[in-house]
């Protein structure tokens, strides 16, 4: 049996990794690093280019879940994620670097996995699975409309900057959760009401980098920071610098219990070494200059040193429920899936998913079985509902939320009950659900 796997990503690293796994001869395309996507920084398969972080960790919350999922049905990426985890309170976040390395080496060495460093610019007649993602190149996007008949859409995205540990002020800056639960393993650098507008007056006067021509749609769940500043002086107070639940023990006592700072800017530990840390929600499009004036005018990041500055980057996805099935096979083409950001997930632990998904059935597919479809009472089946559902008015992409999946009557029932009740209630549901499936299927 053999494949061919479109993109070195995270789904297109699942897909080629499950499939070979199971005996199948995969031809993994990979365009870089001869051709590059202005966000990547290295060659290496199933790279993090935004954030380090999957979300939170607890299969009571959406993300949780759907990490327990594919790792039930075998996802080889979520395991390494657990393997090069950093520590991050209640979330799953990872030496961005180890993990790289790490299914690279895994890749590399397999020996049913054929790596071809060329850019695909026609898709192949034979099966394939398509996950070039959110950079997909112009050459490829005109071929994929081309066969679908569909125009793709847009959005920009983009990246926090990270910073050096060594270079903060832990005079100012100190550790702390919010509201004091899982270990203070964020970096809290607080600011005054003076010092947050003149934060603000600078982001928002600041000089951005253009664009391209066409229109950019963000993501709200990847939202540039001076666009959320754009909405209004206090946006940012209730966003990503929200100060609510944090305190700094050493000064706790002198103010009020429940309310301390006017502003925090939160850092995330972006190594296994704990030598970087990213602003967490400083996604951004700014000059680089005007990054540094930014940050630096932060309290306790004064003389901090940037080893990434953000940047912002076009995203590209079909208008999956035209194309594709829940099967994530394409309408058109029994021979062809997509899977991945391309699809109209959005998230790793989506892409990641998604990838193993589209492995999965593409393996069925060569053994001539009927691929698998999933309920709705599971994560990643309510995201393959989602992203297929045929009356979008507006199709934009998602993450995995509980809004999405299907509610048994004993769920609705609980409108008293706690958030965290449900979602153990919806996570038992689609656990049970998912190990029936793996044991009916995989057995």
Not at 48 to 65: H, I, K, P, R
Not at 151 to 169: L, Q, Y
Request: with cysteine.
């Amino acid at each position: 049996m053999n494949a061919i796997v479109i993109g070195g990503g995270l789904a297109g690293s699942q897909a080629a990794i499950y499939l070979a796994d199971n005996n199948v001869k995969v031809k993994l395309y990979e365009m870089r690093p001869n051709k590059t996507t202005g966000a990547h920084t290295s060659s290496d398969f199933a790279e993090f280019v935004c954030s380090n972080s999957l979300g939170a960790q607890s299969v009571t919350s959406a993300s949780g879940l759907l990490k327990e999922e594919a790792r039930l049905l075998g996802s080889k990426l979520i395991e390494e994620a657990y393997n090069n985890r950093v520590p991050s309170g209640n979330s799953l976040s990872i030496d961005r670097w180890g993990f790289s390395k790490k299914i690279t080496q895994i890749i590399e060495n397999h020996p049913n996995i054929e790596i071809i460093r060329e850019e695909i610019t026609q898709l192949p007649k034979t099966p394939t699975i398509v996950a070039t993602g959110p950079l997909t190149s112009d050459s490829l996007c005109s071929e994929i409309k081309k066969l679908t008949g569909e125009d793709n859409f847009h959005f920009f995205d983009a990246v926090a900057p990270i910073v050096k540990k060594e270079t903060i002020n832990f005079e100012k800056a100190f550790y702390a959760s919010r509201w004091d639960k899982g270990n203070a393993d964020f970096i809290n650098c607080p600011l005054n009401k003076d010092e947050y507008e003149n934060f603000y007056n600078i982001l928002t006067t600041a000089e951005k980098i253009p664009l391209k021509s066409f229109e950019a749609k963000y993501f709200e769940g990847c939202m540039p920071i001076e666009v959320i500043a754009s909405r209004g002086f206090d946006t940012l107070r209730f966003g990503p610098m929200k100060p609510v639940g944090l305190f700094d023990k050493r000064t706790r006592e002198e103010h009020h219990k429940n309310y301390q700072f006017y502003a925090v800017v939160q850092l995330r530990q972006d190594d296994k070494q704990a030598d970087l840390y990213n602003l967490v929600g400083f996604q951004t499009n700014l000059k680089w200059g005007e990054q540094k004036k930014l940050i630096n005018s932060i309290p306790a990041l004064e003389n901090a040193q940037i080893v990434r500055y953000g940047v912002m980057h076009a995203n590209t996805f079909i208008n999956s429920p035209k194309i594709l099935n829940k099967t994530l096979q394409t309408k058109f083409n029994p021979n062809l899936f997509f899977a991945g950001q391309i699809t109209g997930v959005e998230g790793y632990s989506e892409s990641i998913a998604t990838g193993l998904f589209a492995g999965i059935n593409m393996l069925r597919h060569l053994r001539g079985e009927k691929l698998l479809e999933l309920e709705a009472k599971c994560m990643l089946g309510a995201l393959l509902e989602y992203i297929t559902f045929a009356n979008h008015k507006a199709f934009q992409p998602i993450n995995s939320n509980w809004g999405i999946v299907e509610k048994p009557q004993e769920v609705e029932k609980l409108k008293k009950k706690s958030k965290e009740e449900k979602g153990a209630l919806l996570s038992n549901i689609a656990l049970e659900y998912i190990k029936e499936i793996r044991n009916g299927y995989f057995c």
